[in-house]
């Protein structure tokens, strides 16, 4: 007999990530450079894909601690502007303070949910940009459609997620084992998940049916580089919020031997002192 398939409750799951982020925001925003060096070739090709540059207009939807806005904030200069928006008031504290901290007078946070950008009121901007938020989204229409209606016409739409599973086991890895030890069903066709826009036409045809044309995705390879695996273990039980919701059904003895187990795991990709834990990227643009 299988187990049935949970109902999914979208509200519940955002109201979740919420209260994640708000708990996982300081250390998350404390390992800020290593997403610099993990997620910034694939942010600039995101910038570079979305025309992003001196005088533009950015909105970053699901900003977290804003690296990749302080990054764009860089790129446009005194004369352009950057909205940092994200579902979780703690975090976005972080984007505030540290586009304060780097002087950055052209930049504003808001508190918003990514699936209800009408809720803002802005002038046009040139780019809507999102890095590894969208996949989380448990309506990503809405969310696409609400940041097209945010674009100037012809602006451009950018975003960062993970590809396939099998190309991002530094992830994939705790996600299976977890799921296992917890007796989660894989997640439907359709929900939200770190891989449920891995495959291109996926996220190309979320991109059209939002109203884009001119899509463009390139597959960028971003390997997390650390000490050692029990360096990426704290890393992600540190910042990874979608594996303290999955591991919530399992006691505290239950959840220690899931993470050592993965601790054991991520040991393939140590080697010579050293931690290179796979992934791959798919950076995705299109145009209004």
């Known amino acids: 007999m299988t187990a049935q398939q949970p109902i999914f409750d979208p509200v519940k799951f955002k109201e979740t ?27 600039e090709l995101m910038l570079d894909m979305t025309d992003v540059g001196k005088g533009s207009r950015v909105l970053d939807v699901a900003a977290g601690a804003g ?11 005194p004369r352009g502007y950057v909205l940092a928006t994200d579902i979780s008031p703690g975090i976005l504290g972080f984007a505030a303070s540290n586009a304060k901290l780097a002087g950055h007078a ?22 809507v940009i999102s890095r ?10 809405r969310a696409l459609v609400g940041m097209r209606d945010h674009l100037k016409p012809g602006g451009k739409v950018g975003a960062i997620v993970y590809s396939t599973a099998d190309r991002n086991p530094f992830f994939s890895i705790p996600v299976g084992i977890i799921r ?3 007796a989660l069903p894989a997640p439907l066709p359709g929900q939200p998940g770190p891989f449920s826009l891995g495959d291109p036409a996926v996220l190309a045809k979320r991109l059209a049916d939002a109203g884009f044309h001119d899509v463009r995705i390139e597959k960028v390879d971003a390997p997390v580089r650390l000490q050692s695996a029990l360096e990426c273990l704290q ?13 919530a059904g399992l006691s505290p003895r239950d959840q220690d031997d899931a993470w050592a187990e993965i601790e054991t795991a991520l040991g393939q990709f140590e080697q010579d002192g ?14 209004r």
């Open 17 to 43: 990530t919420r209260k994640q982020w708000d708990s996982a925001a300081e250390a998350w925003n404390r390992w800020g450079p290593l997403l610099t060096r993990w997620l910034g070739p694939a942010t």
């Open 132 to 141: 590894v938020g969208l996949i989380y989204f448990p309506d990503q229409n």
């Open 235 to 247: 890393f992600e039980q540190e910042s990874f919020g979608a594996l303290h919701q999955m591991l």
């Open 180 to 182: 296992r030890r917890a």
């Open 106 to 127: 052209n930049v504003d946070t808001v508190v918003a949910d990514g699936e209800r950008l009408d809720a803002i009121s802005a002038e046009p901007f040139d780019a």
């Open 274 to 287: 050293q931690f290179e834990g796979p992934c791959e990227m798919l950076v995705a643009a299109a145009t």
């Open 67 to 77: 690296e990749q806005t302080l990054t764009a904030a860089r790129r446009v200069g």
